[in-house]
């Protein structure tokens, strides 16, 4: 069965020793959106069967250990999220009021140091337009448009460093940034 190769199901490489479950979990938690079946196995560059047998493992894996993550089923599509029981615990910790898909978006911009715009909605999907706007609007990120290219690098701002407590890598400068 081919698969489609629009942008939003580009299909990743296997890593070696990585399992199917574990490669599924990781979009899973880069997407941060229910995905359908067909959707998972596109990306993953595997058949549907393949791709329904490790998310029943995975699924069955998350419903048998204790952490704070679950792998949810809304109708036909499935997404990693966060315990309902544990949602106000969250909002209380949280120092910021960003949505979690906004939340995800900014922890693939920090876990990256900096990204450029076009790699970050391959990965996150094109909702992360929105989160860029709502990370921009509460200045935790950074937009500077490339010097060669179309696209803008994102970095994290130093609101960002301050509301997380998290210190700048000296390497965090931008590329193409004037001095």
Known sequence: MPHDSSPEQASIPAPAGISLAARLEAILYLKGKPLSLSDLAGIAGVERDEAELALITLMADYAHRDTALEIRQEGT?????LRESLTDLVQNLLPVDLSTASLR????IA??????QSELVELRGSGAYDHIKE??????????????GRSYWLSLSEK???TFAV????TEALPDQAA
Do not use: D, G
């Not at 599509?77 to 999220?81: G, K, N, T, V």
């Not at 921009?136 to 060669?148: C, D, G, V, W």
């Not at 210190?167 to 000296?170: E, L, T, Y």
């Open 111 to 116: 876990l990256k140091k900096r990204i450029l």
């Open 77 to 81: 599509r499935f997404s990693l999220q």
């Open 167 to 170: 210190r700048p890598a000296a």
């Open 160 to 162: 960002f460093h301050r």
């Open 135 to 148: 990370l921009l609007a509460q200045n935790f990120i950074e937009r500077r448009r490339q010097s060669e």
């Open 105 to 108: 978006t900014l922890a693939t």
